[in-house]
């Protein structure tokens, strides 16, 4: 509680008397600590590559170089680990760029059986290397009102996750349809993104949109993970007016399921 004290001084009164203003700041407070929290967390998932290129780097200098095999073999994590900085940074920069709202949304119809078969495309390479089946399907001239940027990040995202947290073999299913107005509740579109990977524990659900929350740190590493992604979904749909949660059961596989008013409020 903050407490400030002022003299009040009204026109023609004779006693100004004095003004007390009572101030509940635990909000203010609470994101002050997010935020101070975020910037060490950055900094920590920024050092993490950098000490690794310096390592490597410094280790070839100092002799590792003259052999060609070794030389190549650390050249290759140096190569991977600058990736991974720019891949974390562009995350960042996304993130705060959605945070503090500098990017309004560009809306326009999209007719998802299009737009979700684009997604596929873009995919498909990706998951044939891990033996993964990709399964989209969209109820006919399903039209919606997002941005088609935006909402591309977002299905981009989940599909890639379901991607990386597939064992190979696996299955990734896309699914689109209108969810109908009910008690006092307007039509929607609800679109699934579901696979028969790993799944994730009970506890760590209410987290895992968390940003820089993973459940599994070294296995986000590996496949190449920030730990923004979904962070970053969840804000990007909630700026459509939208939702997203997560089904998920441990060995069995998972489902994210977004839903997005049909047309923008
Ligand atoms: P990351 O870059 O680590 O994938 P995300 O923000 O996209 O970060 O996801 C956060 C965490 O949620 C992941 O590290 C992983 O532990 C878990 N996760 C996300 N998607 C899935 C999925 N489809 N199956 C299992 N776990 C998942």
Known sequence: LAINLAPMTISGEEDPGLLLVLQDVSAIRRLESMRSEFVANVSHELKTPVAAVKGFAETLLAGA???????RSFLTIIQDESDRLNRLIGDILELSK???????????????????SRMNEILTAEA?????????????ELFLEADEDRLGQIIMNLMQNGINYTPE???????????????????????TVSDTGIGIPKKDIPRIFERFYRVDKARSRSSGGTGLGLSIVKHLAELHHGSIRV????????KFILELPLLQP
């Not at 896309?174 to 969810?179: D, L, Q, S, T, Y």
């Open 169 to 191: 073999g696996g299955k990734v299913k896309v699914r689109a349809e209108i969810v109908a107005a009910e008690d006092g509740e307007e039509e929607r579109v609800r679109i």
């Open 98 to 116: 959605i945070e503090s709202r500098r990017a309004p949304l560009q809306f326009s119809p999209i007719e998802l059986p299009v737009f979700l």
């Open 65 to 71: 170089m003259n052999d060609p095999e070794t030389a």
């Open 128 to 140: 044939a290397k891990k033996n993964i089946v990709l399964d989209v399907q969209a109820e006919e």
């Open 247 to 254: 089904e998920s059961t441990v060995g069995v596989g998972s």
